[in-house]
């Protein structure tokens, strides 16, 4: 590989997987700093608020500023927030739900600007389906913070917010503006964080079509990792071929 | 219209809306038995048993045999048998739940041959879908009831089954093979009752997609009631005509 002077990082699946960080990542991001390579983390992780976030990260060993984690819930609030919607029913978890407080928006569950839809784990109930679905044919525009299928939970695959997303696309017959990761707007606002170009960056992720196909239809490359979600049969059924393929975050350093 | 010599007539949205009956409807009926016109009762209502449809038809009036309502899950139940699946994750409400019982499916939360996907109502939960989920990556089949998008409750339009199939299709890449209305086998079922030939007979039904769309493919004609979930915008949208539209079911006697 021709030299990389920035990385974007996955978070879920690359830095942890369930309880567990992954060995040798911490070491990994080490040496990027000695040999001042900037980086920032992106993540569709929707559950969970960036101060929730960096805690996590903390507590599992990493140090990594706040400011340097830009997660979808984040991103969306700034975005609909700059758009003048500002009332949102947020078919969120409670935690991730501060962040748009934090940044001036209002949840709502009458005559919202917008509907968003995030992982919302045990808040996807078939009475918060079926509200966002009448708020939707009411007029509200559909907001997904990401379309992912799954993550890697600490026992086994877990239903990402793809899929409801998915279920309202199905019920209503529209399509869901998409924030997070495989968003353009998305990447490039980490990026421009680098103040690197796309092309002298890499994406580091464990999810071939969002994170690999997703930067590299940006004009960077992709290196899929062999944690988290990684499947091999899935990498084979997307079409999408990685500029490179590590068993871990822990080698990136070996292809400097 | 050239005549028609056998009618199949959806329940939920012609025969009644929430808890109230279609006015008119019942007479109509009598007035088909009069004339000797033979038909059955075919329903993408997956909430209930046959059992508890006919009580409910009752309780509002009508005097219809039970075995006359053919419905998604017995129709399902028979076919799942059939093919030795009689293992299934019952994605279902508990009602629903007898008729696979009673046809010898036995409900089970692990090694199923399928995932069945019902209206589960407040059985969606992300629980559940999670369940399911896993199953299906596990090799399960996956069959929906119905995918209809929604119905129209006491109070406003209800998801059915279709955006939580549509979800678990997302989620997995599969598609799900579909038992009540608009699949063939289940127009075909219900028509063999009744002894005529598809280009004799009609489909009175509220929903332009599964109803029309779905009789007109089989060769039956189409009848659109203006009750129910009807729509003009979706009429228009959907790109289906109609062979004929009516204010309602009460209006059928005036084309015979």
Redesign the interface.
């Known amino acids: 590989m021709t030299a990389i002077h920035a990385f974007l990082i996955d978070i879920d699946g690359v830095l942890y997987v369930g309880d567990r960080p992954i060995e040798g990542a911490d070491r990994a991001l080490r040496e990027l700093d000695r040999r001042g390579i900037p980086y920032r983390f992106v993540s569709n992780t929707t559950r969970r608020s960036r101060a929730s976030v960096a805690r996590r990260l903390e507590s599992l060993g990493y140090t990594i500023p706040e400011a340097w984690v830009i997660t979808a819930p984040v991103a969306a609030a700034a975005h609909l927030k700059e758009g003048g919607r500002t009332r949102c029913f947020l078919l969120t978890t409670s935690d991730a739900r501060t962040d748009f407080e934090g940044a001036g928006i209002r949840a709502v569950e009458e005559n919202p600007d917008a509907v968003v839809v995030a992982d ?8 918060n ?2 509200r966002a ?2 708020l939707l ?1 009411s007029g509200a525009d559909l907001v997904a913070l990401e379309k992912d ?2 993550w890697m939970g600490s026992d ?4 990402s917010a ?3 997303a ?8 529209r399509e869901a503006e998409v924030i997070g990761k495989p968003s353009p707007a998305f990447f490039f606002r980490a990026l421009a964080e680098t103040g690197a170009r796309p092309e002298e960056a890499a994406m580091v992720g464990d999810d071939i079509v969002t994170d690999i196909g997703g930067a590299q239809a940006c004009g960077m490359r992709g290196i899929q990792v062999r944690t988290g979600k990684y499947r091999e049969e899935t990498l084979a ?1 997307s079409g999408i071929t990685p500029d490179l393929v590590i068993d871990s975050l822990a080698d990136l350093p070996e292809y400097l």
Chains 1, 2 share one sequence.
């Open positions: 919302a784990a045990e808040g996807f109930t078939y009475e389906m079926n679905f009448r044919l299928r799954y086994g695959l877990m239903l793809g899929p409801f998915a279920a309202l696309e199905y019920a209503t017959g059924w």
